[in-house]
């Protein structure tokens, strides 16, 4: 009895224990006893981040209503998230649709709390009173620098218009959209009750958008998301993106990173088809690709006689690229005719296809093809590429492949592929419409004199992408009309087809 009564004291001294210090936890530290709303710091940051719980942030003391209480502070709460600027404002929404905006930059003396409400709330000491929003459900980080993050570029094939962030999106009128998603009945006791489903959609039309309504759209986005669209459709707000949602509300192209209005009708896409289709009727085809050789540079370089050969042929039509604008996501996009969102090639980081290539579709046909490149192996296809080096050590390689190209030109091969890099490291060296650029396509354009003049079939000349010019010289794998737009010539030599 001596020892179940020592025992019970023990228990009941330990449970003594954590009642008190359970008691003496700062309110801020503990989870309370009711719901706790999810706070979310989105717009222009590296990651969506939701403050789910209140222990998990780090906490000081402030005096706020007379009375000392836990709360953290503002910046370190929006440095988990990642600003994808230097200069940016805060955005508190509160689930009322009260709203302040203050200086990213100023935040000293900016805290946020959770009240006894169970509601989050802003309490900023060096900013008008106004600031302090209650029942705070969102803080969105808008960047002040259109350039900034996970933006959207907004061109034409011949001019860029802009850009808008999500973050400054929040900051626009949008809607405030209730979709219907379903509805779903039980029987109970004889009757019939029913819910409808309904989800919030943030919502704000493209025509909104300066100098895109009217006409049609072209729209891309991560991950080579692609479609044609008009401006009847809305741009949704998903955190610290963009999709763009179709006026039935159900079909999208997520993660949009840019829209060009007026987009021109062909694509580099179209090589594939057209290389198809003559092959299809036993012509020959030869493919010769100018590597960063954007339409801005093919006018340039015709236009002030830097390129004779290309000059005698018909005038290229421009072309759209695709998302990025990068060598393997354009040969992906011309060897397969399908966007980087279906062969599954977007970036630079990919080099399996998810689609047959033309090299495929020769192979099927019972025709011999051959793919002359630098280097370097970009993708995997269903042929080996013929690789080059700088075999004289003249710092140039395009020689060499067109060398081999040359002495593969003997009617063993109806389909041959030649892709030249000269323009693009040249432009990437000095910039796209630079002197040593035009001699760079000056010389490419003495190659594809020699190569149309040995072939006897059909010829197209394409750009995998553009340039653009930029403090150190030029670069792309923007949504800049540059980067986007390049030339598509079809020919037999002679004329066009």
Not at 151 to 165: A, C, W
Not at 431 to 443: F, P, Q
Request: glycine letters at 10%.
């Amino acid at each position: 009895m001596k020892w179940k009564a020592t025992a019970g004291a023990a228990v009941f001294v330990l449970l003594g224990v954590f009642i008190g210090m359970y008691m003496v936890q700062p309110v801020f530290n503990r989870q309370p006893s009711g719901f706790v709303p999810f706070l979310t710091i989105t717009g222009d940051v590296e990651n969506t981040f939701v403050l789910k719980n209140i222990e998990n942030v780090p906490v000081s003391d402030i005096e706020h209503d007379g009375k000392k209480q836990k709360a953290a502070a503002l910046a370190d709460i929006v440095s988990r998230a990642g600003p994808l600027a230097d200069r940016y404002e805060i955005l508190f929404r509160g689930d009322d649709g009260l709203t302040a905006c203050l200086d990213g930059n100023s935040l000293e003396g900016c805290f946020i709390l959770f009240t006894g409400e169970n509601a989050w709330e802003a309490v900023n000491f060096n900013h008008p009173v106004s600031s302090n929003i209650k029942r705070i459900e969102e803080i969105v980080v808008v960047a002040k620098n259109a350039n900034a993050g996970n933006k959207v570029s907004l061109i034409t094939p011949v001019d860029d218009l802009g850009t808008v962030t999500p973050g400054q999106l929040y900051s626009r009128a949008f809607i405030d959209y209730p979709l219907f998603e379903g509805e779903s009945s039980v029987e109970r006791e004889g009757k019939t009750n029913q819910v409808r489903i309904l989800t919030r959609r943030r919502l704000l039309k493209v025509s909104e958008l300066a100098d895109v309504s009217g006409g049609s759209l072209l729209i891309m986005g991560d991950n080579g998301s692609y479609g044609r669209a008009d401006a009847d459709g809305y741009l949704e707000l998903k955190g610290n993106s963009v999709d763009y949602v179709y006026p039935d509300l159900k079909n999208r192209i997520k993660g949009v990173r840019g829209i060009m209005k007026d987009p021109p009708a062909g694509s580099i896409m179209d090589t594939y088809h057209d290389t198809v289709h003559f092959l299809e009727k036993d012509e020959k085809v030869l493919l010769i690709i100018l590597d960063g050789f954007g339409y801005h540079q093919y006018r340039h370089a015709v236009d002030n006689w830097y390129a004779p050969v290309l000059k005698s042929l018909p005038m290229a039509k421009p072309v759209s690229t695709v998302y990025t604008p990068v060598t393997n996501a354009g040969l992906a996009a011309m060897f397969t005719g399908k966007p980087p969102c279906d062969n599954g090639v977007y970036s630079r980081q990919q080099k399996d296809l998810n689609e047959e290539t033309i090299f495929g579709v020769a192979s099927r046909m019972g025709i011999k093809s051959l793919l002359v490149e630098g280097n370097i192996k970009i993708l995997n296809t269903e042929i080996e590429p013929r690789l080059n080096v700088d075999s004289n050590s003249n710092g140039i390689v395009d020689d060499d492949i067109l060398n081999t190209a040359l002495e593969n030109m003997n009617g063993e091969y109806r389909l041959m592929a030649v892709h030249f890099h000269g323009i693009d490291d040249s432009g990437h060296n000095s910039g796209d419409l630079s002197e040593e650029t035009m001699k760079a396509i000056s010389r490419t354009d003495g190659y594809i004199g020699k190569l149309i003049s040995r072939w006897e079939g059909k010829v197209i000349i394409v750009a995998d992408h553009g340039m653009h010019s930029t403090d150190e010289g030029g670069d792309h794998g923007e949504f800049q009309c540059r980067d986007m737009i390049v030339p598509y010539i079809l020919t037999d030599g002679e004329g066009e087809i």
